[in-house]
């Protein structure tokens, strides 16, 4: 089976070096997935899930809050601005942030105050939904 090596990195660490037969990620446009020799590629990433499915036909499942995804002929890197495997997200945080982010809207103070708080509540809603991805893909 062919692959294509891929990695995940933010500007704290590696968090994910290796090959894949299949990366799935949130382009601003939509959907991506990328393939072995997929076209050379460069987007920017929403926050949101990165799924990177192994020649083994093993799952694993990331986190990030946008970045870079950059396709070349070998390898696909995806440049985060912060990553994490969704494994490693703490649900009741995100839970909590989304409230408060939430709250902060329904106050509305001023409007960088209010982008602010938008921005929160999308890397909230984010987290919780790669959450949610990896229970799905578990239940499999």
């Known amino acids: ?17 290796g090959e894949a037969t ?4 949130t382009g601003e446009q939509g959907e991506l997935g990328i393939a072995p020799r997929h076209a050379p590629l460069i987007t920017r990433l929403k926050a949101g899930h990165v799924e990177v499915i192994q020649e083994n036909g093993e799952r694993q499942s990331f986190y990030v809050s946008g970045g870079i995804l950059e396709v070349q002929p070998q390898v696909v890197t995806v440049l985060a601005d912060a990553a994490a495997r969704a494994d490693d997200l703490d649900e009741a945080a995100a839970q909590a942030a989304k409230e408060e982010a939430e709250k902060a809207l329904a106050d509305r103070t001023d409007a ?29």
């Open 1 to 17: 089976m062919t692959t294509i090596r891929c990695d995940i990195v933010s500007a704290e660490a590696e968090i994910f070096h």
């Open 22 to 25: 299949l990366v799935i990620a």
């Open 112 to 140: 960088m105050e209010v982008a602010e708080a938008q921005a929160k509540l999308a890397e909230a809603m984010a987290q919780l939904q790669a959450l949610e991805r990896m229970r799905r893909n578990l239940k499999h």
